[in-house]
């Protein structure tokens, strides 16, 4: 199925995948329906009017406070009209948000001047870095630096001074929150409403410094209101950089910026039983122009990496994780295509890695390559055999917002290479109908069934969306894809429709209605089914604090070797109830009951957010899963996490994650429990040069590194890193 429009919450906020839901459209007449919407866009079609805003050139360094005391901003008059995205779309913003822009030899500086009339009434909770901050009052600035309208940065700040900074692709299509840099920010709550001033470093940006023009946007989101506000009018979705406004009076070709970075680092462990032992690694960022970048890497710490959270797996089929790792991330959104050719997570502990990105003209280039043990990622081979990874992406931007590129990986092991080549597009042509597509040829010991490929037209308006999706995969594809990819399974032909709507009511403390509906089927390549998904999603937005969500999903999974032995018909029903204070108190709980492979299902899953004081915040979840007749002994499972963490300020913090996993003897009555796997960890962090020169001082217990084969023991660490 495909995830669709995101709102402020998932794209400034939430990691967890957006819900993916689904419908039957069987006996809809989808030719009428696409005449329909192709006619009614040629009629109505807006041309977005864009305004252009002129940068101020200072020589002074501005001190970064909150409190714009310096005469340049003074002398800066801003742009004060913002409008809103949600809830009443396209009309003006209920408080006035000013923006102002200088910049200096060295930093870009950006102004937001929030007015609020209830300044009691501002919600500002997160403390933690690229946190929730949707969850709060905040202000966001996209950038694009080429120009090009396909690719872009987001730094977006809370009223605390909270910083979260990710990357745009794909014309806003992809979105990466794990992306990392330095940049300043401070904020000031006031009797007007609050301020906010950020500085980013130019030396953390790519750009062509002969270009006098970015693309630019921003954002203010009022909590309490649930809504969100744009610079640009009429925008289809906030990371259409496409769409972005100007921002015109750049002078970049005489600067001289800072070419060279290292981040060396020392560490020393202590493990259960054994004496301490040390470690030392180096990272390497050379910038030769603005426009691109190399990264190298020497020995990597990845031992801190926080657990990964537990799941139970219903599917039969593998898990994806998130990547967390920090030599990964960057780039990382370059490869997240729907047939995902490279996946980071098949790599283990790595010795050495060499990194490249940026963007020559209209070519944006990506490449990665490394050397592993496969074992140390859980694979099942013989412990000692390294093997070398590769993975690029080159694309060609397009008109519109539109790109078309190659993009590649490979495993080479015991002199055997495995991987995938092969084409990727994000077209569009007009503002709301576009398409993304795929084709690859992968290579290894399969040889027959070696094409994979995919289509997917699509309708996204500001409040609806609507794609057919047709995908082929090959027999071979999964045993060539992955060891350096991920497919969950191959041998099919697919195809899946997804309509969402928005439906804004805005009365009696009904604030939205989206339904949302989606219809997926699959076929052997021989023509056989093999199953079919119907789902169904209804979501209630109530006094801007409450969520009401209802779901219904129906599948077929016919018999198919190694995954089904025979028919199966499963189901599930579930509602979700959430609950927003706005003051630094959130919960949520979710009940689903079904059948799941002829076993009835029953799952709770509650969490609970709170802010404690300013500064310390905790989170605490569970998830119960019942299944009855029982097929795995850890299925029937209590899944237990806290994470909490207390900010002195934003760069000086501690963190606590505690995990627990326990099987299930029993129903609800006489439960009997045997932890199956505990996972500890407190960090304490001082960021005297953030955000990669710091102290951290960390003790876990459980897996210490994020593979299955990782040890299990209690370690202590002490690292003290450091950049040049």
């Known amino acids: 199925m495909d995830t669709g429009k995101k709102s402020w919450s998932t794209a400034y906020g939430k990691n967890e995948e957006e819900r993916k839901t689904s419908i039957n459209y069987q006996g809809i007449k989808m030719n009428r329906f696409l005449f329909i919407v192709g006619v009614s866009v040629m009629i109505t079609g807006a041309v977005l009017q864009a305004q252009t805003l002129k940068v101020t050139q200072v020589e002074n360094e501005i001190h970064i406070d909150g409190c714009l005391d310096e005469v340049d901003w003074s002398n800066t008059s801003g742009v004060d009209k913002f409008y809103q995205f949600e809830p009443h779309y396209s009309q003006p913003a209920t408080f006035t948000t000013t923006m102002k822009i200088l910049i200096g030899s ?127 009018k009429d925008m289809v979705d906030p990371f259409r950089i496409s769409q972005f406004a100007s921002l015109s009076g750049l002078d970049l070709k005489d600067l001289s910026l800072k070419k060279l970075t290292l981040l060396p680092y020392v560490q020393m462990q202590l493990r259960d039983e054994s004496h301490p032992s040390y470690e030392a690694g180096l990272g390497l960022r050379y910038n030769p122009v603005a426009q691109i970048g190399f990264e190298a890497t020497l020995n990597p710490d990845f031992a801190t990496i926080e657990a990964d959270v537990e799941q139970v797996n219903l599917s039969r089929f593998e898990i994806s994780y998130r990547e967390k790792r920090p030599f990964f991330l960057e780039g990382n959104d370059n490869y997240s295509t729907r047939i995902r050719q490279f996946y980071s997570r098949r790599i283990g502990e790595i010795p050495w890695g060499g990194k490249v990105s940026g963007k020559l003209k209209s070519w944006k280039i990506n490449g990665l390559f490394t050397q592993s043990d496969p074992a140390t990622a859980g694979v099942d081979v013989a412990a000692g055999e390294k093997a070398s990874y590769a993975a690029f992406r080159i694309n060609r931007d397009l008109p519109k917002g539109s790109s078309i590129g190659l993009i590649g990986a490979n495993r080479h092991y015991l002199s055997k290479n495995t991987g995938s080549i092969g084409l990727a597009a994000t077209l569009f042509f007009t503002d709301v109908i576009g398409m993304t597509g795929q084709l690859i040829r992968s290579h290894g010991d399969a040889e027959q069934g070696v094409w994979a490929a995919f289509i997917r037209p699509s309708y996204d308006s500001q409040f609806m969306h609507f794609h057919l999706r047709y995908s082929h995969y090959g027999e071979g594809v999964k045993e060539n894809v992955n060891p350096v990819g991920f497919i969950r399974h191959d041998d099919r032909r697919e195809f899946d429709t997804n309509l969402r709507r928005t439906i804004w009511i805005n009365k009696n403390g009904l604030e939205s209605i989206k339904p949302s509906v989606n219809y997926n089927q699959i076929w052997s390549q021989q023509g056989r089914l093999r199953s079919r998904d119907i789902s169904y999603d209804l979501d209630f937005e ?67 957010n709170l802010q404690i004081v300013e500064g310390w915040n905790v989170e605490y979840q569970f998830k119960r899963i019942w299944l009855d007749p029982l097929e795995d002994p850890e299925d029937n499972s209590w899944i237990h996490y806290i994470r909490t963490s207390y900010y002195l300020n934003k760069d000086l913090y501690f963190k606590l994650f505690y995990q627990t996993r326990y099987r299930l003897d029993g129903f609800w009555r006489n439960v009997e429990f045997d932890l199956l796997r505990k996972t500890a960890q407190v960090v304490f962090v001082w960021r005297f040069l953030p955000p990669f020169g710091s102290i951290q001082l960390a003790y876990q217990e459980g897996r210490t590194l994020h593979s299955e084969d990782s040890e299990k023991g209690r370690s202590f660490f002490a690292k003290l890193s450091w950049v040049f």
């Open 106 to 232: 060295k930093y870009l500086y950006v102004a937001f001047i929030c007015i609020d009339p209830e300044p009691s009434r501002i919600t500002a909770i997160i403390t933690k870095r690229d946190g929730d901050v949707a969850d709060d009052d905040a202000v966001a600035l996209m950038l694009d630096t080429f120009g090009g309208g396909s690719n872009g940065y987001v730094f977006v700040v809370n009223p605390l001074g909270t910083q979260k900074d990710g990357l745009l692709a794909d014309n806003g299509r992809t979105e990466d929150f794990q992306w990392d840099e330095s940049w300043f920010s401070a904020c000031t709550v006031h009797d007007s409403g609050w301020t906010a001033e950020l500085a980013i470093p130019l030396k953390s940006l790519k750009f062509d410094p002969k270009k006098t023009v970015w693309g630019i946007n921003a954002a203010r989101h009022i909590a309490r209101k649930r809504e969100t506000c744009l610079l640009v």
């Open 542 to 608: 109530i006094m801007h604090k409450f969520d009401l969500e209802f779901s219904h999903d129906w599948e077929f999974l016919a018999r198919y070797a190694p995954y089904f032995e025979k028919d199966f018909s499963n189901h599930e029903s579930g509602i979700e109830f959430s609950y927003d204070s706005k003051r630094g108190l959130g919960l949520a709980v979710e009940y689903v009951r079904g059948v799941n492979y002829d076993s009835d299902l029953e799952e709770v899953t509650g969490s609970i």
